[in-house]
């Protein structure tokens, strides 16, 4: 066996793309103003200060600067991250650091680089690196990686995220070195001199820290040895000769070096275990047994707490720091120390940094807490001195030596205890490997890695590899991961020789810098080939070869069998020291080796070190200083090289596979190679050569040769300028293939690779194939591949397959069948051959040569098992599955042939229907080729992995497919490259999906079905998922103003665009605006009467103006809700807030009306609530999704302390809509010192309701502070202001909503009926307070009802019950008993109850503590009494507030008519009155409207944002009634008082209305608060008015985007909103805290849907179909709504719908989640939606009649051509259709089509249009296509016949299953059968002329090359004929049709197919009696 052959004689390869490399940095530092670039000027005579802007200068500078400074110099090189994936263009990232600067700098070789950020810092960069570190995200346990740059200077640690934060880390110890790995930082501790002194034996401090990110604490690190002995001790790493020479993130190691053992150890680095946590934490047990190496607190505490200068040149005080501890001895005295640590005290074990807080309350919460901050705050706010110099030494506080004055005593332990805190270590590493320490001591100990690196070779073998300069050698230590990759696996070493190394990633190779110079490429530990660098003399450059006998070392090397010893003992024996072994080959410049001499020595600069190796690029640099970049080839360019290569990796062994792999690495690159296209032919050619063909004997591997004739040599020359020869190109000539071509044969005339145009050549020699040399054409049996010839052909032959499933691939298929061929015929496999003849006819055919394989040898092919007979084909499988016949499973080789798999199990999916085919039935379908090679077995998925989940229920098999294949990573651009046949039962799944997609699928399945509506909205749910970002994509913006002049009224910002739509028909939005602004001065019209005189006449004025004034002051409370939530506040501006305007203009001339002249009396502090008001009005625009931080919620704040109440309320609002939680602690700190009673007021309120129902602590600590109740009883007297009590109480209950605790619901109800005190405290405003305490305790316990688990004991209900009625006071119980002792010397009260008092309070929280629970045992307490006489004792409006309460705890039996209203009233009330009794009327009639009133409230509430019309028109009904009471407001009937009464029930039912139709806009309840806006004199008051505006802003609830919920705590919201007794004037407080009426926000929740169209993304109408839930008053309903519109309460419904026709179908199923909805309506209630092709939007066509569809075409009219190309644009936007119509179906100049080709374009177009699938009109084509060319008989090869078969055989599948599935099918119209029969005819014709081929074709026999080959190998695949020459059945001589159709079935053709061969067999068999009956079949 002649190795020569096989191996090149000289391998080299040329290195391209060479250039010189500067790093960015420096020229970017050049032109930097720092400190380094004025040094250099410094250092610069004056005479080069002129040329110093050139680069010339620098030069000069650099070489004149100290050494010591250009030390200071240090870059490194990456591959470019891109957040985006990964094929994006590759690019390199450089980082730089030079003096004070780092510069991060990208670039790649088309783009010059740029700086993408560059930082200064103030001290020197002693090193800068990136590192990502991980964030852990609060709510899940995935982690986000924040890319980031970390600068380490002496102090500290700048760390910079890409993102734009800033962090600055003290370091608390010298570093020596930085390192990044997976987790985050690990640093190591500079080992100080003194460190090792003072230390006893066995005291080591740590050496290594992580952190974890820059907000963390250091923590030192703990190692686990590997190794049984000492049973595993986990200890912290403190070795101090342990140093690290490596990190890598991949898999997560580090490697370290022993500098006293001299041996180098790899540990795996993971997070640390709880056990090893308290392990290495705990105190070891007995003194003696465990040495406490790591146990020395003290000098860890000294260096991790202390200040970092406890070592740096500045620090010399370190030392006095200790005294702080008072044992400044204790360092020089080693008695102290070891005294020290002699004790286990669990303190002083307990951690590695035991420390007394006093600083930060918990430095990780205080990480935590800035990471929630904006970025500004992000750097922690302790300095690192404060943090680490509290102590010095923490004593032990058992010591001995009288330190601590009580050394046992118990109290000072624990509270020592308590103050220490360990430091947790994070991370842990664990020992893998470690080198074997060399025996015998003639090898000197091993010095430390200058290089440690990762590197894989061509067969996935992975390698760490460690470069000793010393001894100039490489060891590559191979390495496994194991099966739960969780382990590495270490099995072999190997020694390289090399003085310098680099590993280049994406190749699988790395580059070795010989002792000799030269530069050698290795894969894994095996040679692959010189590297040769033009322009540059390799030293060795007179030799053939430098080490001739290295390359047999290296062969042995390469089997991994061979063991490290083996290699050390070649290292040895076989060759001498590297020196030596140069010198005796007599080198010119011996002293190669040795550096120092070499400079001087040799002019010719010499490759001296090799650094930044990014992917297959590496600089050399060379001893001259330059710095070369080259690039090293790849090893195939073409995609099909590249592929044949996976598959030929994948099934030979690995270490054949490695020879083929380099073998084709050195012909692809030698020096001059050939171009990419003639890659394949060189592959071709050198892989037969290797199966043992010698390809200059078979003609067409011939040709391949010279296609590019192009010799070697010239390429050479060409790439490189230098003319000085050498012999080593002669060498070089003399051994290429081309040289041994040309001596063996002439040249023959270029043949294209198909070989099919010109086969000459064979023609002229028919005797060729005869010819006596065609015994040269037998295969050399000792061929390294030969043996492998079967297997090998086999997966090529599956590649095949593979790569005629992409439209894109079809031309390499063809190439690869010229390959594939050849093989089959020398296996003698004509089924095979007979498959490639059928696909490429003509191709094929012009191949004849075969070639001997001796029998001798054809025992050592390996045949694997896998290889069957019948070829396995991709399209047969696919018809005989669309046929529904069975087939065996499809081999595949995982990884390689990916498509095949995706496309066979989506068939067997959606065809055969099997629903578990892609999960636990994959291998009834697919047979998975196991190779060679294991470590495919975790089949590598090529494709990227997508995010959705797969998930099977009840969907149809469409819906199943579409999800899998997204799955899969399938998109739509795939879809496009899978040929038309085989895509179509794919795309009608998608069609299908897309008429009714599930509305929750994720982005990508939305993408693959084509619904770019739902695609958006699953990309917004993305985007809200992983940032709360604003506005992306489509948002609701509001309109930038356009005056310029128009005042600021505060109502700007509601969208135009959203209320336009739901209010198209009138102005009501702007009439809206016009009654709430109170920022311009209002009109007073009074007419000066002839006797009023002037004076008289301006305080007319002025008293008229201050009646408008109320109403003025009321409007920011309605106006608050009108823009609830509807602006998204700019960071850098302050919040805009309207003035409250109380001038007036007086007509005719517009003087100025103003009150403060001083002519009327104006009540003082007027104005206090109502700029509070319009301070909540404008805070409550803000969104809760805006992004308001601490810093911008304080930077609100007004400088004049007149607008501090508006601030107040400012604060109030930013609580309810839920940003005060981002105020900092500090803040409200700050805000409530100031003693002002309105912010402590809008704070309290704001605080609890943004942290509602939550019992936070640190809240209610707050809110305590203000409530005397709840302080201890012995504590000082707080002077709190009345008001400010009152919002505390209720902030109790806003706080402790709905959570039943029990010590403040005991608290509350005793506060209800607190009783006033001695010194007139508690006196005034009593009302309000009791109220509260009622709302409070209702709030607390809200809708428990009876279920108060444990509160039986307070017998709240009997309690809240004698609060109503009154009666004796109890004696108070507990710790109120001490506050009450002394009664009141004002208020006389008694022992009673205060019922005036206590009443509302109890009365309320008695209906909030059984809202909704039915209990009518509760609601009878509740009743009006039915006698005279008791109901003259209850105030009317204790009436309203108990028939309210009755009713909402009857919740289920509210009824939307006046009958039920009515039923409230008393029975008494209602007969006939006896007259003998005495009944006072205005009583009677009092009681009556107070009653219906809170009926009217409680239906209200009932029915609060139902837009509920029954509820509406009852209650509109009683709101005429009062009005028509009202309008005899002047008569007797209705006396003075009776105004106020009907005014005030009047007022609630309006809100009763409003609360019903909240958010709608309603006309009717637009109009009644606009008469109320107009009254403004008499009676009506600040209150009235308040209540009417309230009620106009909850008509119109943000703009119409929000409704009223009437969820529990929504209804508790209202009631202390909507509270019945409003305030008489605006400072009024007594009944009812004013600032409460804004709680009425807590009810309001988003539900106004607004349809966007995704095109335009504007919104538009859509119809809506809403289900409801069956209830007990009603049965499950539909109702169809024109969104945009209010949709009722979630809850309710059962699903929302988008209808058609107009636009895509889209259904939201609320059976199973509302979660989705609810996060639409949240964000901004937007949904995507998207028009169908031919309809218009609502907007333009109200009735539907402009439709396309409607007018032009019915379906049946013949003429198509009446559609009209120019009216695509109406039917469709998208541009790739209108431009179709616009090239291809209107006759242009330019196109001399034909013109019935345009009319069949057009008919296309229009049925892909029509049918909604315009992605079908490229199939369309094809099969006009195919068609064409099949009639005019032009085709070359039979792929689209195979297509056209697929397409029929889906369809007839489709007709079988009946005409009910016929709607399922993309190709419903007349277009199929029309092909159909085209291709039917044509076949049939030619069948005609030519049955003689076919017969002989079916007999077996060969046929002659003529052209009709190819018409027959169409009929063969259209008609699916089988390969007859093995089968024993053949059609001829049946003798009945029944004989025929059994050997039809055994012979697999479809008797559709057999019928067309009928007048073929008949002649055949020649018998007439058979053939008539079959003829009428084939007619």
């Not at 100025?1152 to 109502?1170: E, F, H, K």
Request: with cysteine.
């Amino acid at each position: 066996m002649s190795e020569v052959v096989y191996e090149e004689t000289a391998t080299m390869i040329a290195a391209g793309d060479l250039h010189s490399f500067v790093p960015f940095g420096r020229e970017h530092c050049r032109n930097h103003p720092n400190a380094f670039n004025l040094q250099l000027r410094e250092l610069q005579p004056a005479s080069e200060l002129w040329s110093s802007d050139g680069a010339a200068g620098l030069v000069g500078s650099l070489q004149e600067v100290s050494l010591q400074e250009r030390e200071r110099e240090s870059w490194q090189l990456r591959k470019g991250h891109t957040g985006v994936n990964e094929d994006e263009a590759e690019f390199e990232e450089e980082l730089y650091a030079a003096g004070n600067v780092a510069v991060w700098s990208q670039g790649s070789r088309t783009q010059a680089s740029s700086v993408y950020k560059a930082f200064t810092v103030d001290s020197p960069v002693q090193q800068a690196l990136w590192c990502d570190f991980a964030v852990p995200q609060n709510n899940n346990e995935a982690e986000e990686l924040e890319q980031t740059v970390c600068i380490v200077q002496s102090s500290c640690i700048n760390v910079h995220t890409v993102t734009g934060k800033d962090f600055i880390s003290p370091l608390p110890f010298q570093v020596s070195n930085v390192w990044a790995t997976k987790f985050g930082l690990l640093l190591e501790r500079k080992n100080a001199a003194n460190d090792t002194q003072p230390n006893p034996p066995g005291e080591l401090l740590p050496t290594v820290f992580s952190m974890l990110h820059p907000l963390d604490e250091i923590a030192p690190i703990v190692s686990k040895p590997s190794g049984l002995f000492e049973g595993t001790r986990v200890q912290y790493v403190s070795d101090p000769n342990m140093k690290i020479v490596f990190t890598c993130c991949q898999p997560s190691i580090v490697i370290s070096y022993d500098t006293v053992q001299g041996t180098h150890t790899v540990w795996a680095l993971r997070k640390v275990t709880q056990d090893e946590r308290s392990t290495v934490l705990r105190c070891p047990t007995e003194p003696a047994g465990t040495p406490m190496s790591l146990m020395a607190s003290g000098f860890l505490t000294s260096h991790l707490r202390n200040a970092s200068h406890l070592d740096s040149p500045g620090g010399c005080g370190a030392m006095g720091l200790s005294s702080a501890a008072g044992i400044s001895s204790a360092l020089s005295s080693p008695l102290h120390y070891s005294a020290l640590h002699s004790h286990q005290s669990r303190i002083m074990t307990s951690s590695p940094g035991v420390h007394p807080r006093v600083h930060s309350p918990s430095i990780s919460n205080m990480a935590a807490l800035s990471r929630a901050h904006s970025p500004g705050m992000a750097a922690p706010s302790f300095s690192g001195t404060s943090r680490f110099n509290t102590s010095f030494h923490t004593p032990s506080p058992r010591g001995h030596h009288g330190l601590l004055p009580s050394p046992n005593s118990t109290a000072n332990e624990s509270m020592l205890v308590l103050e220490m805190e360990p430091i947790i270590p994070d991370l842990c590493v664990e020992q893998l490997w470690s080198e074997t320490v060399p025996t015998g001591c003639h090898r000197e100990m091993s010095s430390q890695a200058s290089k440690v690196f990762l590197t894989s070779d061509l067969c996935e073998n992975h390698y760490l590899c460690f470069l000793v300069e010393s001894h100039q050698h490489l060891r590559c230590v191979k390495f496994i991961q194991s099966n739960d990759s969780t382990q590495l696996i270490f099995p072999s070493v190997t020694t390289i020789p090399a003085k310098d190394a680099a590993p280049l990633q994406n190749i699988d190779a790395m580059l070795v810098l010989e002792a000799c110079g030269s530069l050698v490429l290795y894969t894994g530990v095996t040679r692959v080939s010189k590297v040769y660098v033009p322009n540059l003399p390799s030293p060795s450059i007179s030799l053939n070869n430098c080490l001739p006998h290295l390359s047999m070392a290296v062969e042995t090397v390469s089997t991994p069998n061979s063991g490290s010893r083996q290699i050390h003992r070649l290292n040895e024996d076989a060759m001498p020291s590297p020196v030596s072994d140069l010198k005796s080959l007599n080198i010119k410049h011996h002293e190669a080796s040795f550096f120092e001499d070499y400079t001087f020595q040799q002019p010719t600069p010499f490759i001296h070190t090799l650094r930044d190796p990014v992917c297959n690029r590496v600089t050399l640099e060379l001893s001259s200083g330059v710095m070369l970049r080259i690039s090293i080839p790849e090893i195939a360019t073409s995609e099909l090289v590249r592929r044949c290569l996976q598959a030929v990796r994948f099934i030979l062994p690995k270490e054949v596979a490695m020879k083929v792999l380099v073998k084709w690495y050195n012909i692809y690159n030698a020096p001059g190679g050939p171009s990419a296209h003639a890659e394949w032919s060189q592959f071709v050619t050198c892989f037969m050569t290797l199966m043992g063909y010698n390809t200059e004997r078979l003609a067409w591997t011939r040709h391949l040769q010279f296609e590019v004739p192009l010799s070697p040599v010239i390429a050479a020359k060409k790439a490189r300028p230098s003319d000085r020869g050498s012999d080593e190109d002669w060498d070089y000539l003399l051994a290429s293939h081309y040289h041994r071509q040309i001596n063996s044969q002439p040249v023959c005339g270029s043949v294209d690779s198909c070989g099919a145009s010109d086969v000459t050549t064979e023609k002229e020699d028919p005797s060729c194939t005869a010819s006596p040399s065609s015994s040269s054409l037998k295969l050399e049996s000792s061929a390294p591949l030969f043996p492998h010839i079967p297997a090998l052909f086999y997966v090529l032959h599956l590649l095949y397959q593979e790569l005629q499933l992409d439209e894109l691939h079809k031309a390499r298929a063809a190439s690869l069948v010229c390959l594939l061929q050849q093989l089959a015929r020398d296996l003698q496999m004509e089924e095979y051959v007979d498959l490639y003849w059928r696909d490429y006819p003509s191709l094929i055919s012009c191949f004849t040569e075969s070639c001997m394989i001796d029998q001798a040898v054809i025992g050592q092919m390996q045949r694997p098992s896998f290889l069957r007979s019948d070829p396995p084909c991709v399209f047969t499988w696919l018809s005989s599955c669309l046929r529904g016949e069975e087939s065996p499973p499809f081999p595949f080789l995982p990884g390689i042939c990916q498509r095949t798999k995706l496309l066979l199990l989506s068939y067997a999916l959606y065809i055969i229907g099997d629903v578990n085919a892609t999960s636990t039935n994959v291998s009834k379908y697919l047979f998975k080729l196991s190779a060679g090679q294991k470590s495919y077995a975790s089949e590598p998925n090529i494709r990227r992995q997508s995010s959705v989940k797969v998930r099977f229920s009840s969907e149809s098999l469409a819906e199943q497919l579409v999800v899998w294949l997204s799955s899969q990573g399938f998109t739509l651009k795939d879809l496009e490259s899978v040929p038309f046949g085989v895509a179509l039962p794919i795309r009608e799944a998608i069609c299908q999906c897309r008429e009714q997609p599930s509305s929750d699928w994720p982005e990508e399945v939305c993408l693959l079905i084509g619904r770019q509506d739902l695609t958006k909205q699953a990309h917004k749910m993305t985007l809200a998922k992983t940032k709360a970002s604003v506005g992306s994509g489509f948002s609701l913006v509001p309109p930038a103003s356009t005056e310029a002049d128009e005042e600021e009224d505060g109502m700007l910002d509601i969208i135009h665009e959203v209320t336009g739509l739901i209010w198209s028909q009138d102005l009501r939005v702007q009439e809206v605006r016009r009654l709430l602004q109170s920022s311009r001065p209002v009109r007073v019209s009074v007419v000066q009467l002839p006797e009023v005189s002037d004076h008289e006449y301006i305080e007319e004025k002025e008293n008229k103006l201050l009646q408008l004034c109320q109403r003025t002051m009321a409007l920011p409370v309605g106006r608050g809700l009108f823009t609830l939530f509807s602006y998204h506040p700019v960071p850098t501006e302050p919040l805009p807030v309207p003035k409250l305007n109380l001038t007036g203009r007086a007509s005719p001339r517009n003087t100025v009306v103003d009150l403060n002249s001083g002519n009327i009396d104006v009540p003082p502090n007027m104005t206090n609530w109502p700029s509070f008001h319009n301070g909540v009005a404008a805070g409550l625009k803000i969104a809760p999704a805006s992004q308001v931080d601490s810093a911008w919620i304080a930077y609100n704040k007004p400088k004049s302390p007149e607008l501090a109440n508006e601030y107040a309320g400012f604060l109030m609002a930013l609580g309810l809509n839920g940003h005060l939680t981002k105020l900092a602690t500090l803040n409200i700190h700050d805000y409530l010192t100031k003693g002002h009673e309105m912010t402590s007021i809008g704070l309290l309120l704001g605080v609890s309701s943004a942290k509602l129902g939550t019992m936070d602590m640190s809240i209610t600590r707050l809110l305590s502070i203000h409530i005397p109740a709840l302080l201890p009883p012995t504590s000082t007297e707080l002077d709190v202001p009345h008001n400010v009590q009152v919002a505390a109480v209720i902030g109790i209950g806003l706080v402790y909503q709905g959570t039943g605790h029990r010590h403040n619901a005991e608290v509350l109800l005793s506060e209800i009926g607190r009783p006033p005190g001695p010194e007139m405290e508690y006196c005034t405003d009593r009302e309000s307070y009791s109220l509260a305490a009622g709302l409070a305790l209702g709030m607390v316990c809200l809708g428990h009802g009876s279920n108060l688990i444990g509160m039986t004991d307070l017998n709240v209900p009997e309690q809240l019950y004698q609060y109503m009625v009154g009666g004796h006071r109890r004696a108070q119980a507990g710790a109120s008993r001490e506050r009450h002792k002394s009664p009141s010397y004002q208020i006389k009260e008694g022992d009673t109850i205060n019922v005036d008092v206590t009443c509302p309070g109890a009365t309320l929280a008695l209906a909030m503590i059984y809202l909704k629970t039915n209990n009518r045992s509760i609601a009878d307490w509740l009743k009006p009494p039915d006698t005279w006489f008791l109901l003259d004792f209850i105030k009317p409006e204790f009436l309203l507030l108990r028939t309210l309460a009755r009713c909402i705890i009857m919740w289920d039996e509210i009824l939307p008519n006046t009958e039920w209203v009515k039923s409230n009233i008393p029975q008494i009330m209602r007969g006939n009155f006896d007259t003998s009794e005495d009944i006072n009327m205005d009583t009677m009639a009092q009681a009556q409207d107070y009653i219906t009133a809170g009926a009217c409230m409680a239906l209200g509430l009932r029915f609060a944002g139902s837009a509920s019309s029954d509820a509406f028109d009852c209650l509109y009904e009683f709101a005429r009634t009062f009005m028509k009471m009202m309008s005899f407001a002047g008569t007797a009937a209705v006396g003075a008082m009776g105004y106020y009464n009907l005014q005030t029930c009047l007022s609630m039912i309006l809100l009763a209305m409003s609360m019903v139709m909240a958010g709608t806009g309603n006309l009717k309840v637009l109009q009644l608060c606009r008469f109320f806006h107009k009254r403004t004199g008499g009676e009506m008051n600040y209150g009235f008015h308040m209540a009417h505006h309230m009620a106009l802003g909850l008509l119109f609830l943000g703009g119409g985007r929000y409704s009223l919920s009437t969820s529990n705590s929504a209804v508790a919201a209202l009631l202390c909103a909507l509270y019945p007794h409003f305030p008489a004037h605006s400072t009024d407080n007594r009944y009812h805290l004013q600032a409460l009426r804004h709680l009425a926000v807590l009810a309001a929740e988003p539900r106004l849907l607004v349809p966007v169209d995704v095109d335009s993304l504007k919104p538009c109408y859509a119809l809506l179909e809403v289900t409801y839930k069956g209830t007990k008053w009603y049965d499950e309903t539909t109702v169809e709504l024109m969104a945009p519109t209010l949709l009722p309460e979630l809850h309710l419904l059962k699903q929302v719908k988008v209808k058609g026709p107009r636009y895509w179908e889209l259904c939201l199923d609320l059976s199973k989640e509302t979660q989705h909805l609810k996060s639409i309506l949240i964000r901004d209630g937007v949904l995507y939606v998207k028009l169908r092709a031919g309809q218009l939007p609502y907007k333009d066509d109200p009735q539907g009649w402009k439709s396309l569809l409607a007018t032009t075409v019915n379906h049946r009219n013949p003429g198509v051509t009446a559609f009209k190309p120019a009216a695509i644009s109406t039917f469709t936007s998208e541009p790739a259709l209108i431009s179709f119509a616009e090239f291809f179906c209107k006759t242009s100049e330019g196109l001399k089509s034909s013109e019935d080709s345009l009319v069949l374009f057009s008919a296309m177009l229009y049925e892909c249009v029509t049918q909604e699938c315009p992605e079908m009109l490229p199939t369309y084509i094809a099969i006009e296509q195919a068609v064409g060319t099949l009639r005019r008989g032009d085709l070359q090869q039979t792929f689209p016949l195979w297509q056209l078969r697929l397409v029929v055989e889906l369809w007839d599948s489709r007709m079988l299953r009946g005409a009910a599935n016929k709607q399922d099918s993309l190709l419903t119209s007349e277009f199929l059968p029309v092909m159909k029969n085209a291709v039917d005819v044509a076949l049939d014709t030619w069948l005609k002329d030519h049955s003689s081929v076919l017969r002989s074709y079916m007999r077996g026999e060969d046929l002659s090359r003529d052209a009709q080959s190819v018409t027959l190998a169409c009929f063969l695949v259209y008609r699916s004929i089988p390969y007859f020459r093995n089968t024993n059945t053949h059609l001829e001589g049946c003798s009945s049709f029944a004989d025929l159709l059994l050997r039809s079935s055994q012979l697999g053709i479809p008797l559709r197919d057999l019928l067309r061969l009928v007048p073929l067999l008949s002649s055949a068999s020649g018998s007439q009696s058979l053939l008539f009956p079959l003829q009428t079949f084939s007619s």
